[in-house]
């Protein structure tokens, strides 16, 4: 089955901390895209990685993180030096063959000043 | 280069009435996406359309139902509104036909049943 799990419902950390955001998935495909968005409290998503499957390197940009590990089938994201701005929801999907988007429930971030 | 665009960005109705929701995708995009959020809640697949046909639809209920048009905007339609239909709905558009490609989301609509 076609799956993402955010285990992680809400999380609070104080500015300047670092904080990693979980994601599991599971899926049949042998060729799979992944993506991390954020929601601001706006309501628009905002798009900020998209990882295929053959491509197992880190990324990072600016104090974004992300580590994708096929062998645990998980890609999670880290925010270093956290800001008030980073609070958001933050969802991961997984790209599924039937082209359709399969979504985790999301992780909400808070960071507190 | 103008980003999707959602109109109205706030919609009420009282139950019993109609919605109509608009979507206009990133120039050159041709693929259309439909989200329904309720408040708090994650994203539920609504519909797809690609190339004026609605391609795939999720577990909604028919009175839920759109279209595209030939310049690929796209229109959702809520009939017989209940107030569960109250969320976000969020229109999605993608460049080509292919599940590899990044949806980028316009800011939503966001509709209240009284």
Do not use: M
């Not at chain 1, 905002?46 to 089938?73: A, M, P």
Request: aromatic share 14%; charged share 20%.
């Amino acid at each position: 089955a076609q799956k993402v799990t955010q285990a992680q419902t809400e999380i609070s950390v104080v500015e300047k901390e670092d904080v990693t955001l979980d994601c599991v998935y599971e899926t049949r495909d042998t060729t799979y895209y992944l993506f991390w968005y954020k929601q601001p409290p706006s309501g628009e998503l905002v798009f900020l990685i998209r990882r295929n499957s053959f491509d197992e390197q880190n990324e990072i940009s600016g104090r974004y993180s992300w580590n994708f590990q096929k062998s645990t089938s998980s890609f999670n994201f880290t925010i270093t030096a956290s800001q008030v701005v980073d609070s958001a929801v933050y969802f991961c999907a997984l790209g599924d063959s039937n082209y359709q988007l399969i979504w985790g429930a999301g992780t909400k971030l808070i960071i507190k000043p | 280069e103008a980003g999707v665009t959602q109109s109205p960005t706030h919609l009420i109705k009282t139950r019993g009435q109609q919605a109509t929701l608009r979507c206009s995708p990133i120039s050159g995009h041709t693929s259309v996406y439909w989200y329904q959020q309720a408040l708090g809640l994650g994203l539920q697949f609504l519909l797809w359309y690609d190339e004026g046909e609605e391609r795939n639809r999720g577990n909604f209920p028919p009175r839920f139902s759109g279209r595209q048009f030939p310049n690929y905007s796209s229109e959702l339609n809520v009939n017989a509104l209940e107030l569960e239909d109250s969320a976000l709905y969020l229109c999605a558009s993608v460049l080509a036909t292919s599940y590899t490609d990044t949806q980028y989301f316009g800011p939503g609509t966001r509709l209240t049943v009284l």
